[in-house]
């Protein structure tokens, strides 16, 4: 385990990412793409399950400055690179299908990570929570309370960028030093970079599974855990080096 | 302009709706909706236009539960609606179509409401503004920049539903007093009826197109006023009230 930011000052605020942080979520866009790959596949002339699965990507990351992340956003990705992958083989029933498969993972159940729901309990018990998720409004305030955790929190916040000004603001509005919050995530691009930029603390805790568009690198003096069970063992460490530094 | 509520409390902070109150909204929706019909009416057989149109919101409010409000939403109710109404008529060039129609709604220019400009930032002098609007989240926010009023107000939630729940939660974070918030907006069911339910007041400005969702009915002592224009008026009477009763 990495510590090498030292600043001693003591983490009284805890930032926590939900989708693949708190629970799963890149696992259902992956099936879900396999649904849309199969579907198109045979009617996708001179395609192979790479090159629908790169039209996708490409028409959602076209559409990410008009329409943000999230399900919908999503579907209606599905969509569009349905007509352009099909063209004129696309029938009616393809394109009902495709929304199905947009509606179905927006209905998906909430299922924790591992340890999660052992690991905020406790941490609530020493610290002020605060979840940071970005996405669909909705989408998110419903997995929120699916996911049986929201009493835990002390603020949740649905943003629709993780950015350096957001991330500025957010910690404004709810009162937060920087130099006592440390931001808890999956994306080193959303939860790690912008943080930093801040003065505030961040640690990395990857998923299985990371989309394209949030890969990013760091200089490798980010704190990087395999899985949350250990985020509490790294705040006594870092709890331990506040009160040395200031005793 | 009728004033029952009566209750004597000064008013000391202005809930505003956004879409139909401070900035055009739904005649942006009901262009869309032309648009949509006349692309489909060729092809939907046994349907006229107001079939079509009735088609098009009956999958909408179905929507609802699970997709909420929203342009995204929109979207994705047309397509539904296209390959129902068209069937296998229904071309893979229509479908790029539909979508089209909802990107260009999601770009689409924020425009005040006449008097806007004007009172807003009168307002903003002598009253603590929070702006409290449903809808998607990138959306609302792009559109709270793009319309140049950000800076008067102190909060702005964007929320997933205007019901009795949510507006306590924004009150109780916002540390607002019921009795000192007036709730200003264009839809009864959405702006007046569940703010009344927690003792606040409202004040019903109607917008020149209702949404067939939004219509509900009120007891008529609700203050209905014409134009954002009359609301600095009306808020002085009912501060008047309040000091003569307190003093």
């Known amino acids: ?118 690991v905020v309990p406790l941490l609530a018990q020493d610290y002020r929570l605060v979840m940071i998720t970005k996405g669909d409004l909705l989408h998110q305030e419903r997995k929120i309370v699916d996911s049986g955790l929201a009493a835990h929190f002390d603020a949740i916040e649905v943003i629709s960028e993780k950015d350096v000004p957001t991330y500025r603001r957010v910690l404004r509005e709810l009162r937060i030093d920087p130099s006592s919050f440390v931001m808890v995530g999956n994306s080193v691009r959303s939860d790690v970079l912008p943080v930093l930029a801040l003065g505030a603390s961040a640690v990395h805790i990857p998923y299985e599974i990371v989309w394209s568009h949030e890969i990013a690198m760091h200089d490798g003096s980010v704190p990087e855990l395999a899985s949350i069970r250990e985020l509490p063992g790294w705040l006594a460490t870092r709890r331990g080096v506040g009160r040395s530094a200031h005793c």
């Open 1 to 118: 385990m990495s510590r090498t930011d030292g600043s001693g000052q003591m983490i009284e605020v805890i930032g926590l990412d939900a989708d693949d942080t708190l629970w799963h979520c890149e696992d259902g866009f992956e099936r879900a793409i396999d649904e849309f790959v199969d579907l198109l596949l045979p009617n996708a002339e001179g395609f192979d399950r790479a090159a629908v699965r790169a039209a996708l990507e490409r028409t959602e990351r076209a559409n990410l400055p008009l329409l943000g992340y999230g399900v919908k956003a999503f579907t209606i990705a599905m969509v569009e690179a349905a007509v352009m992958l099909a063209g004129e083989r696309l029938s009616p029933l393809a394109v009902e299908q495709v929304v199905q498969i947009g509606k179905r993972l927006f209905a998906e159940p909430v299922i924790l990570i591992e340890g999660v729901g052992d």
